[in-house]
């Protein structure tokens, strides 16, 4: 009985503080994931959403709306009206896509409300492979034969990625686009490739379980997710890049709303209640708001057009 | 070991994790049923509520999802000719003829029997072979993927057909639609028409339920004739129960779909599709009476059931001992594994806690909740059949457009679903069959982006499809069959 008052007298407490703030929400949330369910974008706000329906007092549904590298549902998320009822959960692709000019609109329509958490792009190659550091596969990339590179898709972030790293080391790298990570990854553990670039989550346990063997991350400083892991800064190579999801809005959500959300997802992240969940998807929390996140989103958009090259149409 | 299983054992049995793994197992049955829905979604909904669980409880709920629709994909498919998910395709050769006889009630009681000694059997394998089945996962590269698809086109066009020629051609239609969209090496959009929608291809579900449910109703109500309702009520509801016997009876059947689901299922991305139809083509091959397959003949529901549950356990072991997902389902389950912090691995089998063997259990667990579901509901399903022919296929058709447009909420999909359909019909009137279509859809992009993917890994060098030894195998099998199968129609058109 007791524990029924309470839930009660919260729910009662949930229900009246947003009346009081800005009238926001009242009533559910879409949220657009650009991706089928279970992809990184899916999982991190599917884990997100019970914290942010407690602190939110409505509803969020989740709707995976894939096709065209997440170009259908952000091309959704942009034309959807902008009152704070239909938001989406970003990441890099946006960025990506807006490189590869394959869609209509750029990253100015949207409003970015928070980032919430990043990873490292991530080398690996075969534990038992021959080649065992990034300077053993740039050298042995330079004779007749390239070395095979996996990774996700083309015009995915992770495959500009590996054009950057190709790029940057100036390395003889044989591109491999495989449908998706996991793909890639077995692809590299069964000597099929000789390294993979992918997001650290999607290596996260391929590389704890020791079958593969990180060369190179894409952090300016090592992290302590992967201590093991050199950057390519320490390896002499300027390249400063990170996997981000977050949120967007429609350009022209009203103030209120994003500091509703911004609210939010601020007590989330001073409660820690998602650090743990973070930790274990293979991502940390680094958030970001206002100004300087926008900063961040106009470097990331730079570097990924830069990297995109004549990939792009 | 032993104390690691009785570990797990203590985790699962538990009032909180039975029911979870009971309520998984309900919705899995529930989404797996109604056509357009996956158990993806099933487990996808289910992922948040399973944060606060205990990893046991939650990873068992999932598994619940995962068997409880993999085993009732077969309820539409026995009662309407319309399989609930891509892997029931297989279940409606027989399925369906059997259910016309009026025997729907015992082709339900053998596919749920058969989908429980397929699920039980998986898992077994599972938890005594996963590391070195998933090593032999690991083995398939390139050159054996494009192997393994060219030999699950000659299965297709063997089994799903009346005529191989006929059949091939429905297969490459499937293959020639799967080139639309982005390639897969280039990134060029590929017949697309600046169509967003079709970037990424034709969706599989719109395909599947435009060239079965839709094409099935286009063609119940051309034929629609008021007297047939009569008829549906013919079918006796007192034959209805599970049949532990019948299908032990058919050990053939039973062998082949548990053998091809653990072998064939591990395979990632193409294992799925797959497993059920090689399960079918060798139940046939090794029977005494390969005639009746295709007329409503039990062992061809045997061999597709217990594949199809089969193929479950196998697609868990690139799962767990690699953490690579096969397909759909199998994805949104390792996002829930790592949420829970559960890193898979080599070393989850190693591990001593018994969290690892609690998730084989609940998986053994999921499956008897799943039999217990199914015996108490196949008195429920087949009463669908006593539905007026004229207000089931006006809701069939509703329950159409809410899963396509339910998918991603893109009104294109329910144009290419009406397209598919009016295809479907026209397919199945003049015996092409709509089997090899869809299936061709699914192999077709394995074949191709794996045949480039090889000639670019190789530099433009074809011979390894022909000198790796699984790659070999692989094409050897499929041109005998093919051989086998031209020379048994050229027998059977000429009569001795």
Same mark, same amino acid.
């Given at each position: 009985m007791k524990k029924l008052l309470g839930t009660l007298t919260l729910a009662a407490a949930v229900v009246a503080a947003p009346a009081l703030a800005a009238d926001y929400p009242t009533k559910k949330i879409d949220m657009i994931v650009p991706f089928s369910a279970g992809g990184g974008n899916d999982t991190f706000i599917r884990a997100l959403q019970p914290l942010l329906e407690k602190r939110l007092g409505e509803d969020l549904v989740i709707r995976n709306i894939p096709g065209g590298g997440g170009a259908v549902g952000m091309s959704r998320a942009v034309s959807s009206r902008a009152d704070g009822y239909t938001l989406l959960a970003a990441s890099n692709a946006m960025l990506t896509l807006e490189a590869m000019g394959n869609v209509a609109f750029t990253h100015d329509d949207f409003d970015f409300i928070a980032k919430v958490v990043e990873e490292p792009y991530v080398i690996a190659v075969n534990s038992d492979g021959k080649y065992k550091d990034l300077k053993s596969l740039v050298s042995g990339a330079t004779s007749d034969t390239p070395i095979r590179i996996g990774s996700s898709g083309v015009g995915s972030s992770a495959y500009i990625t590996a054009r950057a790293v190709a790029d940057i080391t100036g390395a003889n790298f044989n591109l491999i686009p495989y449908p998706g990570g996991s793909e890639a990854i077995s692809a590299a553990m069964g000597n099929h490739v000789d390294a993979v670039v992918l997001g650290g989550s999607e290596l996260r346990s391929a590389l704890k379980s020791g079958r593969l063997k990180g060369v190179?991350?894409?952090?300016a400083e090592r992290s302590d997710s992967l201590p093991d892991v050199p950057t390519f800064q320490e390896q002499g190579y300027d390249l400063t890049l990170t996997v981000w999801r977050g949120i967007a809005a429609p350009k022209g959500t009203p103030e209120a709303v994003e500091q509703k959300w911004v609210e939010a997802i601020k007590q989330i992240v001073a409660e820690g209640a998602y650090d743990k969940t973070a930790r274990n998807l293979g991502t940390e929390v680094s958030p970001l708001y206002g100004e300087k996140l926008d900063e961040f989103i106009d470097h990331s958009a730079e570097v990924m057009s830069a990297a995109a090259g004549d990939l792009a149409k | 070991m032993i104390s690691g299983y009785l570990d797990g054992l203590e985790m699962v049995l538990q009032l909180g994790t039975l029911l979870a793994i009971a309520g998984g197992t309900l919705l899995g049955i529930i989404m797996g049923a109604l056509p357009g829905l996956t158990s993806a979604m099933a487990i996808a909904l289910l992922l948040p509520v399973t944060f606060g669980m205990p990893p046991v409880m939650g990873i068992g709920m999932l598994l619940g999802a995962l068997c409880g629709a993999g085993a009732s994909g077969s309820i539409p498919a026995i009662l309407l000719n319309i399989p609930g998910t891509p892997s029931s395709v297989a279940t409606t050769f027989d399925g369906f003829p059997m259910a016309q006889k009026g025997e729907a009630g015992r082709a339900l009681g053998l596919s749920i029997v058969a989908s429980f000694f397929g699920g039980v059997a998986s898992m077994v394998i599972l938890s005594l072979l996963a590391p070195p089945i998933a090593e032999f996962a690991l083995r398939f590269g390139a050159a054996e993927y494009f192997s393994l698809s060219i030999f699950g086109l000659v299965i297709i066009a063997s089994v799903a057909g009346k005529s191989l020629m006929k059949g091939l051609i429905a297969g490459l239609l499937g293959f020639f639609a799967s080139t639309i969209g982005t390639d897969p090496i280039t990134g060029v959009g590929r @017949?697309? @028409? /600046?169509q967003l929608s079709l970037l990424t291809g034709i969706n599989l579900l719109p395909a599947l339920i435009g060239l079965f449910a839709v094409s099935q109703v286009l063609k119940d109500a051309f034929e629609y004739d008021p007297s047939a309702r009569l008829k549906a009520s013919e079918h006796r509801v007192d034959i209805a129960r599970p049949r532990f016997l019948e299908t032990l009876k058919h050990w053939r059947a039973l062998m082949a779909g548990i053998l091809s689901g653990s072998i064939v299922g591990p395979v990632p991305g193409a294992g799925g599709s797959i497993a059920s139809l090689v399960a079918y083509d060798q139940a046939r091959r090794f029977s005494k009476s390969p005639d009746k397959f295709g007329t409503g003949h039990a062992p061809g529901i045997v061999s597709v059931e217990s594949a199809n549950n089969a193929l479950l356990g196998g697609a868990l072991i690139p799962t767990l001992a690699l953490g690579i997902p096969g397909e759909a389902a199998t994805a949104v389950l390792l996002g829930g594994l790592m949420i829970q912090g559960i890193t898979p691995g080599p070393m989850l089998f190693d591990n001593h806690d018994g969290t690892v063997y609690g998730i084989f259990l609940a998986y053994l667990v999921a499956n008897a909740f799943m039999l217990l579901i199914m015996c108490l509901g196949i008195k429920v399903f087949i009463r669908v059949l006593m539905v007026p022919r004229k207000q089931l296929l006006a809701s069939i058709l509703v329950f159409c457009f809410i899963g396509v447009y339910g998918? /991603?909420? /893109?009104?294109f999909n329910l144009y290419l679903m009406l397209g598919f359909g009016v295809l479907g019909y026209f397919l199945n009137r003049y015996n092409f069959g709509t089997a090899p279509v869809i299936l061709g859809l699914i192999l077709g992009p394995i074949a191709e982006s794996n045949l480039r993917r090889g000639l670019q890994a190789f530099q433009g060098d074809w011979t390894p499809f022909f000198t790796r030894p699984i790659s070999l195998t692989f094409l050897i099998i499929a041109l005998l069959l093919l051989v086998i199968t031209i020379l048994q129609n050229y027998r059977a058109r000429r009569p001795a």
């Open positions: 190179a991350m894409s952090y | @017949f697309t @028409f /600046d998918v /991603d909420g /893109d009104t």
